[in-house]
């Protein structure tokens, strides 16, 4: 799971005039003062009912923080805390927020998708992002 996110992306808005490129860095969430380490293990197998066809979906969550920089309008320089969550076998999403800041992607078959950032105003941007290797 943290092979799927955890990395650099390297990107711009996919709807601005002039691109202007920004970087943003994910990484596992480090402990907070106080914490104790076995408190930071991934939330495996944890199994949510679906009504009505009575299933279990397994979903994995893990904690992340996030740089976003160099942070040029539209988008500024905001750091962000969020999750990845996975289902089943690792579709999933990233949730990023930090300061009215907010992004998020969609994952499946090995890469992310949908990339948004939504700001203070409320506007939605959409992102291109592309994993460094």
């Known amino acids: ?24 860095t994910v990484a596992w969430a480090s402990a907070a003062p106080g914490t104790q ?4 293990h991934l939330q495996c197998e944890t199994r949510t009912f679906i009504k009505p066809a009575g299933a279990c ?18 988008i500024p320089r905001a750091p962000l805390s969020g999750t990845f969550t996975a289902f089943h076998t690792l579709v999933g999403t990233l949730d990023l927020i930090g300061d009215h800041h907010h992004v998020s992607a969609s994952y499946a ?12 105003n409320g506007v939605v941007v959409p992102l291109d992002l592309t994993r460094a290797k």
């Open 1 to 24: 799971m943290e092979r799927a996110v955890v990395g650099t992306y390297f990107g711009s808005p996919s709807d601005a005039g002039s691109a202007q490129p920004f970087t943003l």
């Open 109 to 120: 078959d090995g890469h992310f998708s949908n990339w948004r950032y939504t700001g203070p």
């Open 57 to 74: 979906i397994v979903v994995s969550v893990m904690l992340v923080t996030a740089d976003l920089q160099p942070g040029q309008p539209p």
């Open 37 to 40: 380490a076995a408190s930071l």
